[in-house]
């Protein structure tokens, strides 16, 4: 994790906000859902619990502002099995988290921030897992820019005693200072993934240790709000990770089609690779995406992930140097009597340089600043991800989450374990650990 933020948080300013009258009623035109439960109660008798909201409740959620794209994919996957056990007594949706602000998103130049969720996953592919909307149609459905209840998530202040784990969750004073302030008009203002003029009604703080799902009554019961926010979201821990629900959720994280064309077209020029020779053949609807083990084959190629930056910078035992690396791919090229090498990185200019002398044939995706520009560094990190995907064999980075990603891909897609579960080692590294394989459970 970065040990700091670049930039920080915006000012919170009012201006361009809409006007709002302080006073009694201001509160009751704050939700169009209880506008229409009002409404509806006026006309004619309904029961208490009208058909309010279009899909229901509203369940959001943020993350620590550190943490990069890779693990907020798994915070997702954590959050939607918290929403199917929502599912199972009342109707909810979950409100998609914008993309930006991110500390590794660094391309100059290019504003990124309020990216919706589109730009990077296929949006019906999620809604066959649980029901999501963007948060623009959060704000246009749910009557404006308010959320009537922020939970902050946090540990126990007390810590927790050795040996003597067991899952709790309780109201408690917030440990931490709080990222959000109360405006002239008691509504708190915060970053809201830039959405500057959303404001919450209500912030408190909630002490967890437990899965995701232990969130749920509160939500059920201890809060009658129609739009609930839990921030650090990643203080949540997975109900049952490597399970079913687990590895559905992860099936639905479809990449947008737009970026696996982009990558398609790639491997097609440059690697020789197309699904048909590869055997990769991918189901637009991921319920019907069931391959056997073993089956794929993937392009004549070796796919790399080859993380740096605050991985070198941490002077890690497991990483290895360029020079370790370089040794390690003209090994994997000679076994695997492959002769292309494509090579994913977030390695700085210099680094890339004495890559390129020491790796001359290496393939890359570099981008045209046009194409940084559409694509964002998002979409170039789905873009290598998904390259590296369809490599014959791919070596990855230890404990990088970008690395991960690309094993469960490769997992969708059917490789034999042995061409994915790869990392490199460190020159010092005495007991080189390879990545666990998790098999999906369908
Ligand atoms: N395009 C591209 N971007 C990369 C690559 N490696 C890292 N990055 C960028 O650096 C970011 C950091 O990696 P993440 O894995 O998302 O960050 P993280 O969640 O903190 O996880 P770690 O890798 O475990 O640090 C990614 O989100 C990408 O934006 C790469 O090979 N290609
Ligand atoms: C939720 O409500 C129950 C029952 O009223 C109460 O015991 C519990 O402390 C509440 N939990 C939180 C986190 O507010
Ligand atoms: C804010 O939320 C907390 C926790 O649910 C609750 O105890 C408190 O009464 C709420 N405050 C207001 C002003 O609604």
Redesign the pocket.
């Known amino acids: 994790?970065p040990s700091q933020l670049s930039g920080g948080f915006p000012a919170l300013s009012a201006a361009g906000a809409p006007q709002l009258h302080p006073g009694p009623l201001s509160l009751l035109s704050l939700s169009a859902c209880l506008c229409i439960q009002l409404a509806a109660l006026s006309l004619r008798d309904v029961p208490h619990r009208a058909p309010c909201c279009p899909q229901g409740e509203y369940l959001l959620y943020d993350v620590n502002p550190p943490?990069?794209?890779?693990?907020?994919r798994d915070v997702y996957v954590r959050i939607a099995s918290l929403l199917k056990t929502l599912l199972k007594s009342e109707n909810w949706v979950l409100v998609l988290p914008p993309w930006g602000r991110?500390y590794?998103?660094q391309s100059p130049d290019i504003l990124q921030v309020r990216i919706p969720w589109s730009e990077f996953f296929d949006l019906p592919s999620l809604n066959r897992n649980i029901p999501v909307i963007e948060y623009e149609q959060f704000l246009a459905e749910s009557g404006g820019p308010f959320i009537e209840q922020i939970y902050v998530l946090q540990g126990y202040a007390e810590g927790w005693k050795e040996g003597t784990w067991e899952e709790k969750i309780d109201e408690r004073p917030c440990i931490d200072q709080l990222m959000y302030s109360k405006d002239k008009h008691e509504y708190y203002r915060g970053w809201f993934w830039g959405y500057e003029e959303t404001r919450g009604l209500n912030v408190s703080c909630l002490s967890v240790q437990g899965s995701a799902s232990i969130v749920a009554p509160i939500l059920l019961k201890n809060t009658s709000a129609q739009s609930v926010m839990l921030d650090r979201a990643e203080n949540l821990l997975h109900d049952h990770y490597g399970g079913k629900d687990y590895w559905n959720t992860r099936r639905s994280m479809v990449f947008a089609k737009h970026l696996r064309v982009v990558g398609d077209e790639f491997r097609k020029k440059y690697l020789q690779s197309t699904d048909e020779a590869d055997r990769t053949h991918y189901k637009e609807d991921w319920t019907q995406m069931k391959v056997k083990m073993g089956t794929a084959l993937g392009g004549p190629y070796l796919g790399v992930?080859?993380?740096r930056?605050?991985?070198i910078w941490g002077h890690r035992e497991d990483v290895p140097s360029l020079q370790g690396a370089v040794k390690k791919i003209r090994s994997l090229l000679d076994v695997h009597k492959l002769e292309k090498v494509f090579v994913?990185?977030?390695a700085v200019e210099e680094e890339i340089e004495l890559l390129k002398k020491l790796l001359p044939e290496m393939v890359r995706f570099e981008p045209s600043w046009e194409e940084l520009e559409l694509y964002k560094?998002?979409g170039?990190?789905v873009i290598?991800q998904w390259i590296c995907a369809h490599a014959r064999y791919f070596i990855g980075t230890s404990?990088?989450?970008?690395s991960f990603r690309i094993h469960e891909e490769r997992e969708i897609l059917g490789f034999d374990p042995k061409t994915t579960y790869n990392r490199f080692c460190g020159e010092k590294e005495k007991n080189c650990e390879q990545p666990t394989h998790w098999k999906i459970v369908y």
């Not at 943490?67 to 907020?72: H, K, P, V």
């Not at 404990?399 to 970008?402: A, G, L």
């Open positions: 994790m943490e990069g794209f890779n693990l907020r991110l590794h998103w992930h080859l993380r930056k605050d991985f994913a990185t977030d560094d998002g170039l990190a290598d404990v990088s989450t970008f």
